[in-house]
């Protein structure tokens, strides 16, 4: 058995060496686009071919040069370069493709419709051989809600006029009950599914008597519970800042909205020394009364000791309080006095405040 095994192997290497003997050229090299249906695994000496456009590219020359198969198994270049066609993108979409208006054969456009939105037509679209798409763009049709059901004991606001027995997505209304009712839920829409809540039950709501608040009071009001959608008005003490909405209304829980706040005014914590305020610059015994309301601002001047300037730091009044920068430092009775010339809100100001130091 085994001479005939060495016998098979010396045939076969004997058959490569008789083909192999033969100067012959693999198929060419192509670049993209280039037609290789047409193309031979293998090509004698001296053979020729001639390159062509896949169907869908366009050639970069009507007469391409020819290719030959050379002594060396190599061919010879060729000259021809094929480029793909385009289509034009559609000008609605073209936003979307990055300021492009076209693109090339085989490209595939893919489709979406915004929520609420129901696709009539190919969700893709592919540029086609001849510059063409073979799906045109598609509709995104809006989705109708069939008009919502007013509650029992109340009826319904639309946000815009409605006609017809449908209303499209994204439309709007309020519920309203009959008087001294309140919806357990105001608001409604048509939504994205086509579908819309069911109506709110209406029901006797009443909030109790308005609150306090410190430092302010009730304007106008009589002192007892309220109903549904009803307000009342609050004022501040005087030198107080009001915080919030001044009316406060009775809600469909029973509750009310937010009460708003009376913000104190600030003294300004110092015996001496100057300071800037309300676009004057005045001497802490001038400021009378010794008063600043909530959300003012104040500076003080501190001494940049390195530059020998000074330079203003703000603070603000924070319902009461008003900090005193760290940097301030107080001069005392004697320099107050005899030389106020010296302290860092008299000498030259500094051309940059120095940096914050860390806390």
Same mark, same amino acid.
């Given at each position: ?5 060495a ?28 037609e290789?249906?047409?193309? $031979? ?7 020729e ?35 793909? $066609? ?20 085989k ?7 915004d ?21 045109p ?6 989705v109708?809600?069939?008009?919502? $059901?007013?509650?029992?004991?109340g009826?319904i ?9 449908t ?5 709007g209304?309020?519920y309203e009950?009959n ?67 001044a009316?406060?209304?009775?809600q ?10 009376c ?25 009378k ?11 003080f ?53 120095p ?5």
């Open positions: 058995m085994a001479p005939a095994l016998l098979l192997v010396l045939c076969q290497v004997a058959l490569y060496t008789t083909v192999t003997s033969k100067n012959v050229c693999g198929r060419p090299f192509v670049t993209d686009g280039i290789e249906s047409t193309l $031979k695994r293998l090509y004698e000496l001296g053979e071919v001639t390159p062509t456009c896949e169907k869908g590219y366009l050639p970069s020359t009507a007469t391409p040069r020819r290719m030959t198969c050379t002594s060396t198994g190599e061919w010879t270049r060729s000259d021809l370069a094929c480029s793909p $066609k385009m289509c034009p993108i559609p000008r609605p979409l073209q936003p979307l493709a990055m300021g492009r208006t076209e693109a090339p054969f490209s595939v456009l893919n489709y979406t419709c929520d609420g939105y129901v696709m009539q037509g190919a969700n893709e679209s592919s540029c086609l051989h001849d510059g063409t798409w073979n799906n763009p598609p509709l995104c049709k809006a109708n809600c069939p008009l919502p $059901k007013p509650p029992r004991d009826r606001a639309f946000d815009k006029p409605v006609t017809g027995s209303t499209m997505y994204g439309q209304w309020t009950c008087q001294r009712m309140a919806p357990s839920f105001e608001r409604g829409s048509c939504m994205a599914d086509g579908s819309a809540a069911e109506p709110p039950v209406c029901r006797e709501v009443s909030c109790t008597i308005p609150p306090a608040i410190p430092n302010g009071f009730i304007t106008f009001a009589v002192i007892r519970q309220h109903g549904y959608k009803e307000k009342v008005k609050y004022a501040c003490n005087e030198h107080h800042i009001l915080d919030g909405e009316e406060i209304e009775c469909n829980s029973g509750n009310w909205s937010s009460k708003p706040v913000r104190a005014p600030c003294a300004v914590g110092i015996k001496r020394g100057r300071i800037f305020y309300n676009s004057k610059k005045l001497w802490i015994a001038d400021l009364p010794n008063r600043v309301l909530h959300g003012e601002h104040v500076v001047y501190c001494l940049n000791r390195a530059e020998r300037c000074g330079y203003p730091v703000v603070s603000t009044c924070n319902d009461g309080t008003l900090p005193i920068p760290e940097c301030f430092v107080e001069p005392g009775k004697v320099e107050y006095t005899i030389r106020a010339k010296t302290l860092p809100s008299e000498i030259t100001m500094c051309a940059a405040s940096p914050a130091r860390p806390a």
